[in-house]
């Protein structure tokens, strides 16, 4: 019989929540606890900088191999924090996830919503890409994502708008405004928030991000046991671990 989860948030289904971070980080955790050698590993390895970094920090081989397996495993990490992130707000009521083959979009409301757009007050439908942080995007790239971005809205009539969703943001602020790359015209279709203000919204709830963020170390553990690997006691660094989030997001 599958395990009833608690992660005391109310907001969201905790079950559904266990199921998408299992399958976003399985195999992120797999590896991170797979034996690593760095002479068969699949990514090319630039044998200078391990020296330089050796010599720089007077660290010996055994703590750069740590250190690579580390720097490997982040990327790997990232790349699926992003697309949990799209899962996670995928869950949330009057929501739908476009999974991988979401085309330009990566989550969209499946009726109109407040709190969007120009008008907040007034209902739109909303397309939105979900990004990792505010520099996912290549600023070269920008232009052209805006633009489709912009078309997708438009094709689907006066009353949607689309967004950008960058969860990490550059500074301590919270925004939702107009998304102007640079190179692109200001248009009413298109618009830009952090992670904190997209999860108020989508989920109907303040501070949703927030709770979600110190759940985590329990949807962790959680992962790590149903892939057979130990649980990992983070309860010591509460205090640091929640500083963190106010760094990124603000107080």
Same mark, same amino acid.
């Given at each position: 019989?599958?395990?009833?989860?608690?992660?005391?948030? &109310?907001?969201?289904?905790?079950?559904?929540?266990?199921?998408?971070?299992?399958?976003?980080?399985?195999? &992120?955790?797999?590896?991170a606890?797979?034996?690593?050698?760095p002479?068969e590993?699949?990514n090319?390895?630039d044998?200078?900088?391990?020296?330089?970094?050796?010599?720089?920090?007077?660290?010996?081989?055994?703590?750069?191999?740590? &250190?690579?397996?580390?720097?490997?495993?982040?990327k790997?990490?990232q790349?699926?924090?992003?697309?949990?992130?799209?899962?996670v707000?995928?869950l949330a009521?009057?929501w739908?996830?476009?999974?991988?083959?979401?085309g330009?979009?990566?989550?969209?409301?499946?009726?109109?919503?407040?709190?969007?757009?120009?008008?907040?007050?007034m209902?739109?439908?909303?397309i939105a890409?979900?990004?990792?942080?505010?520099?996912?995007?290549?600023?070269s790239?920008?232009?052209?994502?805006?633009?489709?971005?912009e078309?997708?809205a438009?094709?689907?009539?006066?009353?949607?708008?689309?967004?950008?969703?960058?969860?990490?943001p550059d500074?301590?602020?919270?925004?939702?405004?107009?998304?102007?790359p &640079?190179?692109?015209?200001?248009?009413?279709r298109v618009?830009?928030?952090d992670?904190?203000?997209?999860?108020d919204?989508?989920?109907?709830?303040?501070?949703?991000l927030?709770?979600?963020?110190?759940?985590?170390?329990?949807i962790?553990?959680?992962?790590?046991v149903?892939?057979?690997?130990?649980?990992?006691?983070?309860s010591?660094?509460?205090e640091?671990?929640?500083?963190?989030?106010?760094?990124?997001?603000?107080?």
């Amino acid at each position: 019989m599958p395990v009833a989860r608690n992660y005391g948030l &109310s907001w969201i289904d905790n079950d559904a929540l266990f199921e998408v971070s299992r399958k976003a980080f399985a195999k &992120s955790f797999q590896k991170a606890n797979a034996p690593f050698d760095p002479e068969e590993s699949k990514n090319a390895i630039d044998p200078f900088n391990a020296l330089l970094l050796m010599g720089a920090t007077g660290r010996g081989y055994q703590a750069w191999v740590q &250190s690579e397996r580390e720097r490997q495993f982040g990327k790997t990490l990232q790349n699926a924090t992003g697309n949990w992130h799209q899962t996670v707000l995928g869950l949330a009521p009057r929501w739908k996830n476009k999974g991988s083959n979401g085309g330009v979009f990566d989550i969209e409301s499946t009726e109109p919503v407040l709190g969007f757009g120009s008008e907040p007050y007034m209902s739109v439908h909303v397309i939105a890409e979900v990004k990792n942080k505010y520099n996912t995007i290549k600023a070269s790239d920008e232009r052209e994502t805006h633009r489709k971005l912009e078309d997708q809205a438009k094709s689907r009539g006066k009353d949607t708008v689309a967004y950008l969703i960058q969860i990490i943001p550059d500074k301590k602020q919270r925004y939702n405004k107009p998304w102007v790359p &640079s190179g692109a015209r200001e248009s009413n279709r298109v618009y830009v928030m952090d992670g904190h203000t997209a999860y108020d919204l989508v989920f109907e709830y303040p501070d949703a991000l927030k709770e979600l963020y110190l759940a985590l170390p329990h949807i962790i553990n959680d992962v790590l046991v149903a892939e057979g690997f130990s649980a990992t006691d983070l309860s010591a660094d509460a205090e640091e671990i929640s500083a963190l989030f106010g760094a990124t997001f603000g107080r």
